[in-house]
């Protein structure tokens, strides 16, 4: 069953609020296995907050020595896999990088976010290299502004377009995303006496899952092909 990963050496870029987007989206149809490999566990705290959807678990990495075997069974449990990793290069993200079918590199659109996109990008096609594959990857425009682009935010979107595949769909800066690390559970679980938007995030959040679902179905159609 499919691996997918969130990676991106920037801090704060959006990978533990991307991965449980689309956990929490894909957890509404089947069963998914999201794995917390980060050291920092913010979305194993997350998991804590509130009853998760049925169809959807949360299991906290124990480290580099074990993570092949926790992606191992989750693939046999669920059937989608989605990885969680840390901010930094480590043994422990190039193993799960090597085991993706998909790998997600949120970015924001500032010049920090592109270039920690690029050596993303870069460090997934050495993985590859060794590995004898092609690891696909996308980058996912995250934390974005709903408005009209600027100059620099269209650079930013110029310069990643040439360094790799960009998803169609971007994760906006919501306060329906932000408030899922709060209220924990997915974004159909948040009350919408408390958080605005929520059916704008919702239509946000399938629209991004279903590119995601494409995508895998592409990435498997040029291996088989
Ligand atoms: N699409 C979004 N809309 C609103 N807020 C967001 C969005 N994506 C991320 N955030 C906020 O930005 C902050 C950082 O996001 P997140 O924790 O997902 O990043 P990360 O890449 O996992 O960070 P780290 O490298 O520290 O693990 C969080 O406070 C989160 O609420
Ligand atoms: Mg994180």
């Not at 074990?66 to 930094?88: H, K, N, P, W, Y």
């Not at 079918?101 to 924001?108: F, K, N, Q």
Request: hydrophobic residues 45%; without cysteine.
């Amino acid at each position: 069953m499919p691996v997918i990963s969130f990676a991106t050496s920037k801090g704060g870029a959006g990978k533990t609020t991307s991965a449980i987007i689309l956990g929490t989206e894909l957890a509404e149809a089947t069963d998914v296995i999201i794995i917390d490999a980060d050291p920092a566990k913010r979305l194993t705290r997350w998991s804590t907050l509130a009853p998760l959807p049925t169809r959807l678990q949360v299991i906290t990495s124990n480290g580099e020595r074990a993570i092949q075997d926790e992606i191992a069974t989750a693939q046999r449990q669920a059937a989608f896999v989605l990885i969680d990793l840390e901010g930094s290069a480590s043994r422990l993200t190039s193993f799960a990088i090597a085991e993706s079918d998909l790998v997600i590199i949120p970015s924001g659109e500032e010049q920090q976010d592109a270039d920690a996109a690029i050596d993303t990008l870069a460090e997934i096609e050495m993985e590859g290299r060794a590995r004898r594959r092609t690891i696909p990857a996308v980058i996912l425009f995250a934390r974005t502004s709903a408005a009209v682009k600027s100059k620099l935010e269209k650079h930013i979107h110029g310069e990643l377009t040439k360094a790799g595949r960009v998803m169609e769909a971007e994760l906006h800066r919501r306060t329906a995303f932000s408030s899922l690390h709060n209220a924990g559970g997915g974004l159909r679980q948040l009350d919408p006496g408390d958080v605005n938007g929520i059916d704008k995030a919702i239509l946000n959040a399938v629209a991004y899952t279903s590119e995601i679902i494409d995508l895998l179905e592409e990435a498997r159609n040029a291996q088989t092909a």
